[in-house]
C-alpha cells in the first residue's frame, strides 16, 4: 500500500537534534525547549461561542534551541531531521517594526519571510515580535540579540505551528532568564494568534502546546481563555490522529461562512428573547448558554434554514464582530449551524463525563457512550457545518465498523484543520494499532490520496521547560 503515501509520523530526537546543533559554541545561556504537536478532540470550532474544548498532545514533534547572540540580530536556522544542513534566516530586531504595546507590522515580516523562502519560520518570527510587544522588551532590545535552531523535519505535521511557537516562548525565556508573568503570556499568545499564517485556533493551541501534559486531554475556556483543568485518559487508550489530504480540500472560506450563519443565528435568538420567547435575552450571552431543550421547545423552527445575506442585513443590520463580513448576495444556513454549536456544547460535556467514569471504573461501557458522541460529532461537523469529505467520513465509518471489540472508540473530525485531521479514541496496543492502519490503507487505496497516522503523546513545552543545552545534548536531562 505504499504506493498511496500512508506513513506514520515518529518525533524527533531531541539529544540528536543537540548534538549536531551549531549552538555548542555559546552553550553557557544556550536553552533546549520541545512541545508536541496538539489536535482539538471535542469542541474546537465552537469555542467562541462559549463551549469547551478538549484539546490532545501528539508525540514531540518540535525541537527548538534559543541563546543570547549578534547584537541586535534574530537568526532562525531551520534545520531537519534527515540532513545536517539548516537554512538560515536572519533580521534585525529593529526590523519587527515594534514598540511597546504595539502589535508590529505583520504583512511586512510576513512577505519577507515568503520572498526568502522561510515561512516555516513564521511561528518563531511571529512569538519573537509578541515578546517584543510586552514585557520581553526589554531585554531583547537591550544590544542582545537572539538565535534559534529549529528542527522542521515535521514542519508540515498538524498543529505543528502552535507547537513551534510554544518552544520559541519557552526557549527564549531559559535563555534571558526571564519568565512572563501569566498575563503577559497569555497577551502573547493572543497577538501570535493573529499572524494569517498560522493554523486556526485562535490562542487554545497555543496554550495547549504550552501546557499539554502527556496522556491527557487539555480542557480549555474562553472568556477569558485559561485551562480549565486536565481530564486523564482511561488506562490503556490513547488519541491518535489522521492526517488526510482529500480531493477537494475545506477552504477557509466555508469554515467562515458557517461561522457567520451562527452568528446571524444567535442573533436571532437573543431578538426572540427580547420578544418574551424562552429566557431573558441575558441568559443567551452565548450560544453554549441555550440548552438542547429550550432550543427544541422554543428556537429552532423560529430560526430560517435558509437566508440571503441581504434579507438579514435588512432585519438585523451587519455583525457585531467586524472580521465578520456578511455578503449580501450569499445566501447562509443559520438553522443548521447554530444547531451543531448547541449540540456540540452537550456532547463535549457529556463526552468529559463519560472518560472520567470510565477512568475511575476501570469499565468500557462509559467509553461506548463516548463513542457514540464522538461519531455524532464526526456527523455534525461534517454535515451541519459543512466540513466533511468522502475521505474523511469513509475513515469515521470503518473505525466505528471496528468497534470497541477491535480497539476502536470513535473518529471524527478535528476542527481546526479545515476538514484535513481526524482524530481517533483507541487502545494503545499493537492490535488496535493495525486496526487503523488497515482502515487508512484501505482509505489511500479507494481515494488515491495520502494519509498519514500520528500517534503518541507528549508534554508541553511549559511542563517540560527549557533546559540547558550542554545537559540535554550529553543525556544528562531526559
Known amino acids: 500500500m505504499t504506493e498511496y503515501n500512508v506513513t506514520v509520523a515518529v518525533s524527533t530526537n531531541v539529544a540528536e537534534f543537540c548534538h549536531r546543533s551549531t549552538s555548542a559554541h555559546d552553550n553557557t545561556s544556550a536553552r533546549v525547549a520541545c512541545a508536541p504537536a496538539v489536535v482539538d478532540v471535542m469542541g474546537g470550532l465552537s469555542e ?70 522561510a515561512e516555516a519560520a513564521a511561528p518563531v518570527v511571529a512569538a519573537v515580535q509578541a515578546m517584543l510587544c510586552g514585557d520581553m522588551h526589554e531585554p531583547l532590545q537591550s544590544g542582545l540579540g537572539i538565535e534559534f535552531e ?54 487554545r493551541l497555543l496554550l495547549a502546546a504550552m501546557e499539554a501534559q502527556p496522556g491527557r486531554l487539555t480542557q480549555l475556556r474562553r472568556q477569558p481563555q485559561h485551562v480549565a483543568g486536565q481530564i486523564e485518559l482511561p488506562a490503556g487508550l490513547i ?55 429550550d432550543f427544541v421547545d422554543h428556537f429552532r423552527d423560529r430560526i430560517p434554514q435558509r437566508i440571503s445575506g441581504r434579507e438579514y442585513l435588512d432585519l438585523f443590520g451587519p455583525l457585531p464582530n467586524e472580521t465578520m463580513t456578511i455578503d449580501p448576495d450569499h445566501a447562509y444556513r443559520p438553522r443548521s449551524r447554530v444547531e451543531h454549536h448547541i449540540y456540540e456544547h452537550q456532547r463535549v460535556q457529556d463526552v468529559m463525563a463519560h472518560l472520567i467514569r470510565a477512568a475511575n471504573a476501570n469499565d468500557d461501557g462509559p467509553l461506548t457512550k463516548a463513542a457514540e458522541l464522538i461519531y455524532a460529532s464526526h456527523w455534525s461537523h461534517s454535515q451541519r457545518f459543512g466540513l466533511g469529505s468522502a475521505e474523511t467520513d469513509f475513515v469515521s465509518q470503518h473505525v466505528r465498523q ?53 500517534t503518541g503523546s507528549d508534554a508541553g513545552a511549559a511542563v517540560i521547560g527549557a533546559r540547558p543545552w550542554v545537559a540535554v545534548a550529553s543525556g544528562r536531562v531526559n
Request: hydrophobic content about 45%; glycine content about 10%.
Open 48 to 117: 467562541w461561542a462559549g463551549c469547551p474544548v478538549l484539546v490532545s498532545p501528539l508525540r514531540t514533534c518540535v525541537v527548538a534551541a534559543a541563546r543570547q547572540g549578534s547584537a541586535g540580530r534574530l537568526i532562525v536556522r531551520l534545520r531537519g531531521d534527515a540532513t545536517d544542513d539548516a537554512r538560515q534566516y536572519v533580521a534585525p530586531i529593529d526590523s519587527l517594526q515594534v514598540q511597546p504595546g504595539g502589535e508590529g507590522n505583520i504583512g511586512a515580516l510576513l512577505a519577507d519571510l515568503r520572498a526568502r523562502g
Open 150 to 203: 529549529v528542527s522542521d523535519g515535521a514542519s508540515d505535521l498538524a498543529g505543528v505551528s502552535a507547537a513551534l511557537a510554544a518552544v520559541t516562548l519557552e526557549a527564549v525565556q531559559g535563555a534571558f532568564g526571564h519568565r512572563l508573568p501569566r498575563a503577559e503570556l497569555l497577551a502573547c499568545l493572543e497577538r501570535i494568534s493573529k499572524w494569517p499564517s498560522l493554523e486556526p485556533g485562535g490562542t
Open 239 to 293: 488519541v491518535a490522529a489522521v492526517e488526510v489530504f482529500p480531493r477537494r480540500p475545506i477552504r477557509r472560506e466555508r469554515v467562515v461562512e458557517s461561522q457567520i450563519a451562527a452568528m446571524m443565528g444567535h442573533r436571532m435568538i437573543v431578538e426572540l428573547a427580547d420578544a418574551g420567547i424562552g429566557k431573558p435575552p441575558a441568559a443567551y450571552a452565548f450560544l453554549a448558554d441555550v440548552t438542547t431543550a
Open 402 to 454: 471496528q468497534g470497541p471489540a477491535k480497539g476502536m472508540f470513535g473518529a471524527k473530525l478535528a476542527s481546526g484543520a479545515y476538514g484535513g485531521l481526524m482524530i481517533v479514541l483507541m487502545r494503545d496496543t499493537p492490535a488496535a494499532r493495525n486496526v487503523l492502519n488497515e482502515v487508512v490503507e484501505t482509505a489511500a487505496a479507494q481515494y488515491k490520496s495520502p494519509f498519514r497516522v500520528l
